[in-house]
T-cell receptor
Framework: GENVEQHPSTLSVQEGDSAVIKCTYSDSASNYFPWYKQELGKRPQLIIDIRSNVGEKKDQRIAVTLNKTAKHFSLHITETQPEDSAVYFCAASIGRGGADGLTFGKGTHLIIQP | GAGVSQTPSNKVTEKGKYVELRCDPISGHTALYWYRQSLGQGPEFLIYFQGTGAADDSGLPNDRFFAVRPEGSVSTLKIQRTERGDSAVYLC???????????FGPGTRLTVT
C-alpha cells in the first residue's frame, strides 16, 4: 500500500519568515495530495490540496508544489504568523474512480517564534 | 451549513466491553470515512463508504472492528471486545463523493481501561 514520509517532524521559524514542509509518497498511482492543519485538541482542517494534473497551486500565503516524477510534494507558507503554529499533515490518495482513503504522513509541528 | 458531527466526544470503557461511535456527515455528502489517530501520529484510514456500502474496508485492523451506514447518511463504528490498544481518537470525515476534499469531524476520544 501507499507510504507517505514527512519531514521535518518539528520546524521552528521566526515570525515573518517562510516555512517549507516536504513529503514523499511511494505509490505512483496516487493522484490527490491534500494538506491538513491540526491545532491541539481540534479536528484536522483542510488548508490546500493539489491533484496530479497540476504542478503548483497557491492560496494567499500558502502554496503547494508537486513533482510526480520524483514522487514528492511540498507545502510553502510565506510571511508566517503566530496563528500558523500547529501540526501540519500531508496525505496522498489513489482516488480510484472517486474518493478513497487518505494515507497521512506523521506530521510536522510548526512553531512560529515571535 | 453544519459540519461533520460525532458522538460521543469522549468514551471511557473497560477492556472487553463493546462500544459504538456515531458520525453524522455533512448533508448531501455521499462518501464517509473513518480514521483513527493515536497521540503524535497522523490519522490512519479504517474504512470508506460510498452510499450505504463499504467500498474499502482494508484499514480495519481486525474483525473486532465493524462499521455500518444503513441509510447512506449516519454511520456507526462498532468495536467488540475492546483492548487497551484501541485507545485513540476516532475521526470521521465526509466528502461529496466524486470530489476528493474530505472534511473531518471533531472526533471521539476512546479510552479503554
Amino acid at each position: 500500500g501507499e507510504n507517505v514520509e514527512q519531514h521535518p517532524s518539528t520546524l521552528s521559524v521566526q515570525e515573518g519568515d517562510s516555512a517549507v514542509i516536504k513529503c514523499t509518497y511511494s505509490d505512483s498511482a496516487s493522484n490527490y495530495f491534500p494538506w491538513y492543519k491540526q491545532e491541539l485538541g481540534k479536528r484536522p482542517q483542510l488548508i490546500i490540496d493539489i491533484r496530479s494534473n497540476v504542478g503548483e497551486k497557491k492560496d494567499q500565503r500558502i502554496a503547494v508544489t508537486l513533482n510526480k516524477t520524483a514522487k514528492h510534494f511540498s507545502l510553502h507558507i510565506t510571511e508566517t504568523q503566530p496563528e500558523d503554529s500547529a501540526v501540519y499533515f500531508c496525505a496522498a490518495s489513489i482516488g480510484r474512480g472517486g474518493a478513497d482513503g487518505l494515507t497521512f504522513g506523521k506530521g510536522t509541528h510548526l512553531i512560529i517564534q515571535p | 451549513g453544519a459540519g461533520v458531527s460525532q458522538t460521543p466526544s469522549n468514551k471511557v470503557t473497560e477492556k472487553g466491553k463493546y462500544v459504538e461511535l456515531r458520525c453524522d456527515p455533512i448533508s448531501g455528502h455521499t462518501a464517509l470515512y473513518w480514521y483513527r489517530q493515536s497521540l503524535g501520529q497522523g490519522p490512519e484510514f479504517l474504512i470508506y463508504f460510498q452510499g450505504t456500502g463499504a467500498a474499502d474496508d482494508s484499514g480495519l485492523p481486525n474483525d473486532r472492528f465493524f462499521a455500518v451506514r444503513p441509510e447512506g447518511s449516519v454511520s456507526t463504528l462498532k468495536i467488540q471486545r475492546t483492548e487497551r490498544g484501541d485507545s485513540a481518537v476516532y475521526l470521521c470525515a465526509s466528502s461529496r463523493g466524486s470530489v476528493y476534499e474530505q472534511y473531518f469531524g471533531p472526533g471521539t476520544r476512546l479510552t479503554v481501561t
